[in-house]
């Protein structure tokens, strides 16, 4: 019950930034946590965790993580993270802040996006988008996990030029709504 009524004021407080009408189901968790525990990377980024659905099934299915640092805007999530979860970083910025924090890093991270692309303001895509590419771009092993509604055929966005491929990971119909999870990862020409 906590967590449905800290869903319903995020959504009052802002809609955009929370792009959904119910937390993550457990099928998404689930395949989001599959799709990250196949990544190499033991450093785990969890950009707009919401309420911690898919942090608490990442954190039931993976084992070794060395840090794990979760972005969420929304301070009334944040807080409600930081109670349910006090041994992860939990960080109220942005998640294009990740480059600032972990730029320099020498081993893959796993990044896992809950973020709504297609409903925040186009100039913070623009700056988490290009966070995403950056730190793919610093280790080749590193993968972005994003998941999206609506058209399961569209990519989450486009990619510059070079070897990052998008691949489909899942399809999860009995999520409200359906979603696709995709997974975003350097491959060798």
């Known amino acids: 019950m906590k967590t449905t009524l800290a869903f319903a004021l995020g959504a009052l407080?802002?809609?955009?930034r929370v792009g959904a009408i119910a937390p993550a189901s457990h099928g998404l968790a689930a395949a989001v946590s599959d799709a990250a525990s196949a990544a190499p990377g033991r450093i785990i980024v969890e950009a707009g965790a919401g309420t911690g659905a898919i942090t608490g099934e990442l954190?039931?299915?993976l084992f070794g993580i060395k840090r794990f640092i979760v972005y969420e805007r929304d301070p009334g999530y944040a807080k409600l993270l930081r109670q349910r979860y006090p041994w992860i970083e939990?960080?109220?910025?942005c998640a294009s802040?990740?480059?600032r924090l972990l730029g320099g890093q020498t081993e893959p991270v796993t990044i896992v996006s809950s973020l709504p692309l297609l409903s925040m303001p186009k100039i913070e895509v623009r700056r988490c988008v290009s966070a995403f590419l950056a730190m793919l771009g610093a280790h080749p092993q590193t993968r972005l996990i994003h998941y999206t509604y609506l058209?399961?055929?569209k990519r989450p966005f486009a990619l510059p030029p070079g070897n990052l491929r998008w691949r489909r990971q899942a399809f999860i119909l009995g999520n409200l709504p359906p979603a696709t999870v995709w997974v975003l990862e350097n491959r060798a020409p």
């Open 90 to 93: 939990t960080r109220n910025e």
């Open 13 to 16: 407080r802002d809609l955009r």
């Open 97 to 99: 802040d990740m480059v």
């Open 59 to 61: 954190l039931a299915r």
């Open 151 to 153: 058209y399961p055929w």
